[in-house]
């Protein structure tokens, strides 16, 4: 299995520019997991879904963020606009009920807003 | 207060020793899970050891061995013989609730250092 796939890998884009991440789950795997890590916040859930709904969204930090899941194999962070203090990685992950104790974490997305 | 603390934000550990991790956790909920995970210097998270809350046997996965103390709220992560390879930073995380409440929460981590 070739494991969570997340695109871009690296991200540098200017304040007010809308960001796109994306991230291929493993296959039949029915959760999918959005986190972002800094060194001020650590690593924090944004966003989970079970089946493609959003189930928590606690972690959103504001209106800005917007995720999508529109099928079982594929999702999007959205950020729009875009903040310097929005630069973090974000991962994807997932799981499901064969491996329920264990996330799948992708190798992240790093994103440089100037 | 804090769902996951790790109180050591930095280890040095000579090579070949065994180190202890420290994590403390605060729950309300019977149903539990608890987790470590190892994210080395190039950033990917891997996944090391699942502790739930009803198991009465700590976990083992290797070298990898979790001391569950339920009555005191700890899950140390215990690394025997360590190795160069195993300098990494170190998260304790942990599932509330029963099955279907998939949300992690992270502590902010253990940088280990293995020294030669």
């Known amino acids: 299995d070739a494991g969570v796939i997340q695109s871009p890998r690296h991200e540098v884009t200017e304040m007010g520019q809308e960001v796109t991440l994306r991230c291929k789950p493993i296959s039949g795997h029915d959760y999918l997991f959005w986190y972002r890590q800094t060194m001020m916040r650590g690593l924090e859930l944004l966003i989970y879904f079970n089946n493609n709904v959003p189930i928590d969204d606690s972690g959103m930090p504001e209106d800005r963020f917007s995720a999508k899941m529109p099928n079982a194999s594929f999702s999007t962070l959205k950020i729009q606009p875009s903040e310097p203090r929005d630069s973090a990685v974000y991962f994807c992950?997932?799981?499901?009920?064969?491996?329920?104790?264990?996330?799948?974490f992708g190798p992240g997305t790093r994103l440089t807003v100037l | 207060a804090q769902k996951i603390t790790q109180t050591q934000p930095g280890m040095f550990v000579q090579e070949k020793e065994a180190v202890t991790l420290d994590c403390t956790y605060d729950?309300?909920?019977?149903?539990?899970?608890l987790f470590w995970y190892k994210q080395p210097s190039s950033g990917e998270m891997i996944f090391l050891i699942y502790?739930?809350?009803?198991?009465?046997q700590n976990a083992t996965e290797g070298r990898y061995s979790l001391n569950f103390q339920k009555a005191r709220k700890s899950a140390n992560l215990v690394i025997s013989a360590s190795q160069l390879g195993d300098s990494a930073m170190y998260f304790c995380?942990?599932?509330?609730?029963?099955?279907?409440?998939?949300?992690?929460?992270f502590g902010t981590g253990t940088r280990l250092t293995i020294i030669p």
């Open positions: 729950t309300s909920d019977q149903s539990y899970g």
């Open positions: 502790q739930g809350s009803y198991d009465e």
């Open positions: 995380a942990m599932r509330e609730g029963p099955f279907g409440n998939e949300k992690l929460t």
């Open positions: 992950a997932s799981t499901g009920l064969a491996a329920y104790n264990e996330q799948f």
